[in-house]
C-alpha cells in the first residue's frame, strides 16, 4: 500500500516540476506513519524538501501537490497541508480492505523481500571463549545476532552465521592450569604454578593432606573445574601428575566447555555455518602477513620493547600496542587480521555483534582494515549493553570472578527458550536490560510478553478448530469479500497487516530486531480484544460471506504473526 501511495506521489511531484520548468527527479522524500492516527494514513514531507528549489513556501507547495495528486485513481480518501507543509493523507477503507487478499495471496512470503538478493554478509556473535558456560550477556549477544541474521534472510541476504574465539593465550592457559590445580587436588598432591604463566603469583592457597595446593592468579573458580578435573581423574587415575596445565587439560577443558556452549546454543535454536579459532589465524599466516602490511605502510613502529599501531595516523586520540614486550600479541592484532580474512571470503558486509566493552577497540580495527585495502565503512559493530537479573524488585548480584553468574543453561530451565529469546530481545541492544525473572516465570498470558504474542497466535488455531466444527472452511485469497471489514477496528487491523513487509525491512536495516517485538506487540494488542468481544466480533455467524471475511482476517493475522515470531526465533503454538 505505502508503495503504491509513494508512486502515486513521485508521479505527481514530476508533473509540479514540470510544470515550473525544473528538470531533475523529485527528491527523496519521506513517508511516514505518524504517530497520532487523527492525522492520518501517512504523512509526506515532500512540500518542504522543494522550497528552495521552487523558490517558494513549503505549505504553497504543499496545497499544489495536493490538488496534483487527487485521489490517486481511488487510493488516497482524504489529503490535507498540516505544520509548515507536511501533506496528510488518508487511504479509503476499500484499498484497506483489499490488502486482506494480498496477504492471503503472499502467505508466508509476506514481509519477505529481495533488496538483499546477491550480496552476503557475514554476522558474526556470541564468539565466547571456552573458558565457561554462557552468561546473560552472552544469551543476550546470541538471540540479537540470531535474529539480525533472520531479518536479513527474510530481505533476500545470503546470510553466514559465525562464532570466531581464541583457543590459544593466557585466559585458555589460566583454564587449563585451573583444572589441573583441581586435578591435583582431588588427587591429594601439590600443584606448583607454572613460571611464564603466573609471574604475577598466586593468590588461592590451600592444603591437602598437608601439601600446599596453589590454585592460579585469576583462576576459574567455577564448579564446573572441578567435574572437568573429576572426569580426567576417573579416565587416566594418577596418570596425568605431570601433563602440563597447558597441554592436555586445556585441551581436555576447551573441548568440554564449547561442547557445553553448542548445547546451550542448539536449545536457543542458534546455529552456526563458520566457527574460526584465532590459532587458525596465526596457524596460516594471517597475523604475520597483517603486521608485515602494516609496517609497509609505516603504520607499526617498535618502542620500549613492544610493538605499536600507528592509530594516531588515523586520526584516533592514541597509539595501540600490537605485539607486547614478552612477545605475545594483543586482541588488537588478531583483530585486525581476522577481519581482513573475512573481506578476502568475499562478504560484502560484515556485522559484528559485541557487547559494550569492544566499543572503544572498534575503530582502531576498522581504520586498520581500512589501511589494509578493506572497505571500513562496510564493518558494523552492533553494541549491547549488559543485562541485569532481578527477582523479588532486588537485583541478584553476580560475580564472573568467583563463578557465582546465573548461566543460560539456568534460566533455559527456569522459563524456557521462548520466554528467554523474547526478554532478551524486546529493548534496543544499546540500553541497559533488566532481566525480570518473577516476569519471565508468569504463566498468564495477559502478564508474560511472550505468552501474549504466542496467545494470538494460537487463538487463530482456535477459531480453525471451531470453523471445522461448523463445517465452515478455511478460505482462500478469492474467497473474501474484504469490503465487509467495515468496522473501525477490522480496519485497524488490516492496516496494522499492511505495516509488516516495510517493518520488517525497517528492523532488517537497522539491526534492530525489538522493532518485530513492539509491532507484535501491537498487532496482539489489537487482535486479541478484537477476539475477546464475541458477541460484536463473531467471527463463525449466520452470514456466510461475512464468516468468510473474517475467517480470511484470521488466517491474515496467523501469517504476520507466524512470520514475525519466526523471525525472533520464538515458537507459535498452535495450542496454549
Not at 452 to 465: D, K, N, S, V
Not at 545 to 570: E, K, P, Y
Amino acid at each position: 500500500m505505502k508503495e503504491r501511495l509513494h508512486e502515486a506521489l513521485v508521479l505527481a511531484l514530476r508533473r509540479l516540476l514540470e510544470e515550473a520548468g525544473e528538470t531533475g527527479d523529485p527528491p527523496d522524500f519521506a513517508l511516514e506513519v505518524p504517530r497520532n492516527p487523527e492525522h492520518g494514513d501517512f504523512a509526506c514531507n515532500a512540500a518542504m524538501l522543494l522550497a528552495k528549489r521552487l523558490r517558494s513556501s513549503p505549505r504553497d507547495i504543499a496545497e499544489r501537490l495536493v490538488a496534483e495528486l487527487g485521489d490517486a485513481g481511488g487510493l488516497v480518501e482524504s489529503a490535507e497541508v498540516a505544520g509548515p507543509g507536511f501533506v496528510n493523507l488518508r487511504l479509503g477503507d476499500a484499498r484497506w480492505q483489499d490488502l486482506l487478499r494480498a496477504v492471503l495471496a503472499a502467505g508466508d512470503a509476506w514481509g519477505r523481500g529481495d533488496e538483499g538478493r546477491g550480496r552476503s554478509v557475514q554476522v558474526e556473535f556470541v564468539s565466547a571463549n571456552p573458558t565457561g558456560p554462557l552468561t546473560l550477556g552472552h544469551g543476550r549477544q546470541g538471540v540479537l545476532g540470531d535474529c539480525i541474521a533472520r531479518l536479513l534472510e527474510a530481505r533476500g541476504w545470503s546470510v553466514t552465521r559465525e562464532y570466531y574465539f581464541n583457543n590459544g593465550g593466557r585466559q585458555m592457559r589460566v583454564l587449563g592450569e585451573s583444572v589441573r590445580a583441581r586435578y591435583l587436588e582431588q588427587l591429594g598432591r601439590a600443584a606448583a604454578p607454572p613460571q611464564e604463566a603466573f609471574a604475577e603469583g598466586a593468590d588461592w592457597p590451600g592444603e591437602v593432606d598437608g601439601l600446599p595446593v596453589v590454585f592460579p592468579r585469576d583462576g576459574y573458580q567455577g564448579a564446573y573445574i572441578g567435574e572437568i578435573a573429576a572426569d580426567i581423574r576417573v579416565r587416566e587415575g594418577e596418570g596425568w601428575v605431570d601433563e602440563p596445565g597447558d597441554g592436555g587439560f586445556r585441551l581436555e577443558a576447551q573441548r568440554e566447555i564449547f561442547a557445553g556452549i553448542q548445547r546451550t546454543l542448539d536449545a536457543l535454536d542458534i546455529r552456526f555455518d563458520v566457527y574460526s579459532k584465532e590459532g587458525d589465524l596465526y596457524d596460516g599466516g594471517q597475523i604475520d602477513r597483517a603486521l608485515e602490511d602494516l609496517r609497509e605502510q609505516g603504520l607499526v613502529y617498535d618502542e620500549d620493547g613492544a610493538v605499536w599501531l600507528r592509530s594516531s595516523a588515523f586520526g584516533l586520540d592514541r597509539d595501540r600496542v600490537l605485539v607486547k614486550g614478552s612477545g605475545e600479541p594483543t586482541y588488537l592484532l588478531p583483530d585486525i587480521a581476522y577481519h581482513r580474512e573475512k573481506f578476502a571470503r568475499g562478504f560484502t558486509r560484515v556485522i559484528d555483534v559485541q557487547g559494550a566493552d569492544h566499543f572503544a577497540q572498534f575503530p582502531f580495527v576498522t581504520h586498520a582494515v581500512g589501511a589494509l585495502g578493506c572497505d571500513p565503512d562496510a564493518v558494523e559493530l552492533v553494541m549491547h549493553q549488559f543485562v541485569t537479573l532481578t527477582s523479588g524488585g532486588e537485583q541478584v548480584k553476580q560475580s564472573t570472578r568467583r563463578a557465582t553468574y546465573v548461566t543460560v543453561d539456568e534460566l533455559l530451565e527456569d522459563v524456557g527458550p521462548d520466554v528467554f529469546r523474547v526478554f532478551m530481545i524486546q529493548r534496543k541492544a544499546d540500553g541497559h536490560l533488566d532481566f525480570d525473572l518473577d516476569l519471565a516465570r508468569e504463566t498468564d498470558w495477559t502478564k508474560n510478553p511472550a505468552y501474549y504474542l504466542q496467545y494470538a497466535y494460537a487463538r487463530t488455531h482456535g477459531i480453525e478448530r471451531k470453523a471445522e466444527e461448523w463445517g465452515a472452511e478455511m478460505p482462500g485469497p478469492d474467497d473474501v469479500d474484504g469490503s465487509l471489514l467495515a468496522l473501525p477496528e477490522e480496519v485497524e487491523l488490516l492496516k496494522k497487516l499492511g505495516e509488516f513487509p516495510e517493518l520488517v525491512q525497517r528492523a532488517a536495516e537497522a539491526r534492530e530486531p525489538h522493532q518485530v517485538v513492539y509491532y507484535l506487540r501491537e498487532l496482539a494488542g489489537l487482535w486479541n480484544p478484537y477476539v475477546q468481544d464475541g458477541t460484536r466480533h463473531r467471527v463463525l455467524s449466520d452470514d456466510p460471506a461475512l464468516t468468510r471475511a473474517r475467517l480470511g482476517l484470521t488466517l491474515a493475522v496467523r501469517t504476520v504473526l507466524g512470520s514475525g515470531l519466526r523471525c525472533l526465533g520464538v515458537s507459535a503454538p498452535e495450542r496454549m
